[in-house]
């Protein structure tokens, strides 16, 4: 009891809720906790932003620079544009090559260069997305500068030895192999290359596929490398016990001569955007034995910078991105279909799908899409309540201080927000509108984004099993696809 006690204090004091107060709000007219009062959700406030102070290198590579001082720690991310964007026609390259940066660099190799990671209590990683690479550096104030060293050689000077690339390629084509076993991977796969056009970020696979992955040798990689690490795309975004003027004078010896490449790869246009289905269509993937059915039900996805981005995350709340979410009540609380279910929207420059995706028992697979789909359409067509809007308003905007609790989270906001364009200020300026957002705001976006009547819905199941019960609800034109070619 006494442990049991500590951890529920313990919750409350991280949800700011004393104790008196919860008690005095949940005990009924004889003193007895009324566990039927929920109690109250504290308003939000404008949130106190850190400064960012900005500067650039010699060379021109920028500088973001926020103190915080609370601890004697660095956290520091090399952000630089191009990422997936600048593969032509070998998908994963971009991933790949990133992976390779730690595996060798300077006059250390791949061990070496993890035991003076170690032996400074530092991290260090790289990472190739659709639109950035990223290397992330996390050091105590103490070690900062010989961490520095590491980190410059990892990021200019990788020596892909020929034996890594090797080792790394075999261990990512066996891991494309495997996507064939795993029907989560093969449901995301088949719903990426229906919902998005061929040559759109996320179509492809992020480490590619097995043909692009099979042609990577040292040569190739380094040769991206050379015309895709360039400083004229380059900054840093720096976060901790630093100023802006000590990181300008540790980072100029080690990057300041960063040369410009003579031929920088060309960061590739979109020819198409995607677009909605005219009416629901229905893929189906064979997993004779499976337990379980894969759903992946969405479309087409909304605009992270424009207007209707605050009621949408709203919206999209309620629906299902919480755990009091209706899809979750309905098909995990209520029905017991699921563990979990959830809706998102994949937020990036060019925007992402909207999904709904869960795993269910092979059983109640119909059941599971009649109640999926009923869900879709009540948030289009019936207003909320008010008191959910209010829950779910609280529920988005006493979250947002949370993103700013470590120097990663702060670095993290930042460069999110550089992806669009966006200040930092503007974080204020998203809780002051989802505050304002109205019961009329949620079902306009929801008639607006949530395709009830236009998905594209994809399941990954038993189909001796599950087959008969999906026709029978008519849901739209059904296609089986080929599992080799989802997953090659």
């Known amino acids: 009891m006494i442990r049991k006690f500590f951890a529920f204090r313990v919750f409350l004091l991280s949800a700011q809720l004393p104790l008196t107060v919860l008690a005095q709000s949940t005990q009924g007219s004889q003193g007895a906790l009324d566990r039927t009062i929920v109690p109250a959700l504290a308003k939000s406030s404008p949130f106190k932003l850190p400064v960012v102070e900005r500067g650039s290198l010699a060379n021109g590579v920028a500088l973001q620079v926020i103190e915080h001082h609370a601890l004697p720690l660095v956290h520091l991310t090399l952000v630089i544009d191009g990422g997936a964007r600048l593969e032509s026609g070998q998908p994963g390259l971009a991933s790949f090559t990133a992976r390779m940066l730690t595996e060798g660099a300077g006059s250390r190799d791949a061990n070496a260069l993890q035991g003076e990671l170690g032996f400074l209590g530092a991290n260090l990683g790289a990472a190739g997305g659709s639109e950035t690479f990223t290397v992330q550096l996390n050091v105590a104030k103490q070690q900062l500068a010989p961490a520095l060293d590491l980190l410059a050689d990892v990021v200019l000077r990788p020596t892909f030895p020929s034996v890594n690339v090797k080792q790394q390629r075999d261990l990512r084509l066996s891991s494309i192999l495997t996507r064939r076993d795993q029907p989560t991977q093969i449901a995301a796969l088949a719903f990426s290359q229906l919902v998005l056009p061929a040559g759109y970020p996320g179509h492809n696979p992020s480490d590619g596929d097995s043909a692009s992955t099979a042609a990577l040798d040292s040569a190739a990689v380094r040769a991206f490398y050379e015309r895709a690490f360039v400083p004229e795309r380059a900054k840093f975004v720096v976060v901790g016990d630093v100023t802006e003027t000590e990181m300008r004078a540790l980072l100029a010896p080690r990057f300041g001569a960063w040369k410009h490449a003579t031929a920088p790869l060309a960061i590739l246009a979109v020819p198409a955007k ?156 998203f809780v002051a509108k989802v505050n304002a957002v109205t019961l009329a705001d949620v079902q306009r976006v929801a008639k607006q984004y949530i395709p009830a009547g236009s998905a594209t819905l994809v399941i990954v199941g038993d189909l001796a099993k599950v087959r008969t019960g999906i026709e029978a609800l008519k849901l739209g034109s059904i296609t089986v696809l080929d599992v080799s070619t989802i997953a090659r």
């Not at 755990?323 to 098909?331: D, G, V």
């Open 274 to 429: 995607p677009v909605a289905n005219s009416a629901v269509k229905v893929y189906l993937a064979d997993k004779p034995g499976a337990a379980q059915s894969v759903i992946i039900v969405g479309g087409p996805g909304a605009d992270r910078t424009g207007p209707d981005y605050p009621a949408i995350v709203v919206m999209n709340t309620i629906l299902g991105a919480s755990f009091s979410s209706r899809l979750n009540t309905n098909l995990r609380e209520t029905k017991g279909y699921t563990y979990g279910i959830s809706s998102q929207f994949a937020w990036g420059p060019l925007p992402g799908p909207f999904a709904v995706s869960t795993s269910v028992r092979t059983n109640v697979t119909d059941s599971s899409l009649v109640e999926i789909f009923r869900e879709l359409r009540d948030i289009r067509d019936r207003p909320v309540e008010q008191k959910e809007l209010d829950r779910a308003k609280a529920y988005v905007a006493l979250g947002v201080p949370g993103r700013f609790e470590t120097n990663a989270g702060i670095a993290g906001q930042l460069t999110n927000l550089d992806l669009y364009g966006l200040p930092l200020s503007s974080t204020n300026g």
